[in-house]
């Protein structure tokens, strides 16, 4: 998918972006260690949103099934317990068909 993404690419020049909204704003990861799961799932929704060319509100992916509910037989995270932005991807590119969206399962962090 970011192999078909844009060379050139912002998300402020309507040129770009065909008057859809392709980056979400930046998430409250509050005092838990999610940065990676957001910043994968933030990316990959960015590229989603470029590549169909649809709101970036489309193309959700949920950060609390990407943390703290993996799929497969990945272990869970806690609150305090992050992972590396490679073992993110790596579970974002094996599960992604079985990440449900963020508004079916939003973000709240197990504090």
Same mark, same amino acid.
């Given at each position: 998918?970011?192999?078909?993404?844009?060379?050139?690419?912002s998300?402020?020049?309507?040129?770009?972006?065909?008057?859809v909204?392709?980056?979400? =704003? /930046?998430? !409250?990861?509050?005092p838990?260690?999610?940065?990676?799961?957001?910043?994968?799932? &933030?990316?990959?929704?960015?590229?989603m949103?470029s590549?169909?060319?649809?709101?970036?509100?489309?193309?959700?992916?949920s950060?609390?099934?990407?943390?703290f509910? =993996? /799929?497969? !037989?990945?272990p869970?995270?806690?609150?305090?317990?992050?992972?590396s932005?490679? &073992?993110?991807?790596?579970l974002?590119?094996?599960?992604?068909?079985q990440?449900?969206?963020?508004?079916?399962?939003?973000?709240?962090?197990?504090?």
């Open positions: 998918m970011l192999a078909a993404s844009p060379q050139v690419y998300s402020l020049n309507a040129k770009y972006t065909s008057g909204r392709m980056v979400d =704003p /930046p998430l !409250n990861q509050q838990c260690d999610t940065c990676s799961a957001m910043a994968v799932a &933030s990316a990959a929704e960015t590229a949103a590549v169909y060319r649809v709101n970036v509100a489309d193309c959700s992916i950060v609390q099934a990407l943390h509910c =993996p /799929p497969g !037989n990945e869970a995270r806690r609150c305090k317990g992050g992972w932005l490679t &073992s993110t991807l790596s974002l590119q094996q599960y992604s068909q990440l449900p969206t963020e508004g079916c399962m939003p973000y709240k962090p197990d504090l």
